[in-house]
Each structure stands twice: as structure tokens, then as C-alpha cells.
């Protein structure tokens, strides 16, 4: 299983980007998936995901960001309203067939916002 993000770059406090995961073959089978962020010098933290069709969010990020699938393009996106300074980091994609089950993960996208 290959996982490929794209959509980071360097954007304004205030703006918005969308990050996307194409995952390899299907995902229809991945009850789990979730975007993490690393930022520099912070342990890699869960931001966002989607466990069934329930979806939990940082509470850093509650009202900004939003997680979604479409099983047809194979795809997981991360959609990031009013980003802030703080939101830099490096975001990695991840499925695994439930909670608690073995993780797949993408190579990561940079997102750096400024001030």
C-alpha cells in the first residue's frame, strides 16, 4: 500500500490549503484514517480523523480543519481554514483496516504558514 499527500506549501495566517492522500488500490476497506502534523521539535501529533463516519479533530484545529474520504478517487483530504502560525509542520497521511490496527503511511507534505 503506497500513500502519496501533496497540496502543502507556504501560505498566510488566515488562509486556506487542502491537503490530499491518493492511497494506492482501494480504500474502501480502511475504517481508520487520519492526518497527523509534526512540528519542529514537537512529537508527531493526531489533528485529524475519520474512524467509520466519525470524525475527531485536535482541539487546536476544531472549526478550522476538516477530514474527509472519497472511496471513488481513492483519495483522503484534509481541508485547513484560517491557518495559523502554529499550524507549521509537517503533515502525514495514514489508513489502517480499524483503530489500533496496522497504520500505512504517506511520506508527508510541508505546510508552513506565516505570520
Known amino acids: 500500500v503506497q500513500l502519496q499527500a501533496s497540496g502543502g506549501g507556504l501560505v498566510q495566517a488566515g488562509g486556506s490549503l487542502r491537503l490530499s492522500c491518493a492511497v494506492s488500490?482501494?480504500?474502501?476497506?480502511?475504517?481508520?484514517m487520519g492526518w497527523y502534523r509534526q512540528a519542529p521539535g514537537k512529537q508527531r501529533e493526531l489533528v485529524a480523523s475519520?474512524?467509520?463516519?466519525?470524525?475527531n479533530y485536535a482541539d487546536s484545529v476544531k472549526g478550522r480543519f476538516t477530514i474527509s474520504r472519497d472511496n471513488a478517487k481513492n483519495t483522503m483530504y484534509l481541508q485547513m481554514n484560517s491557518l495559523k502560525p502554529e499550524d507549521t509542520g509537517i503533515y502525514y497521511c495514514?489508513?489502517?483496516?480499524?483503530?489500533?490496527?496496522?497504520?500505512?503511511w504517506g511520506q508527508g507534505t510541508q505546510v508552513t504558514v506565516s505570520s
Open positions: 488500490g482501494s480504500i474502501f476497506a480502511y475504517n481508520f
Open positions: 495514514t489508513v489502517a483496516l480499524d483503530w489500533g490496527k496496522f497504520n500505512y
Open positions: 475519520l474512524l467509520g463516519r466519525s470524525t
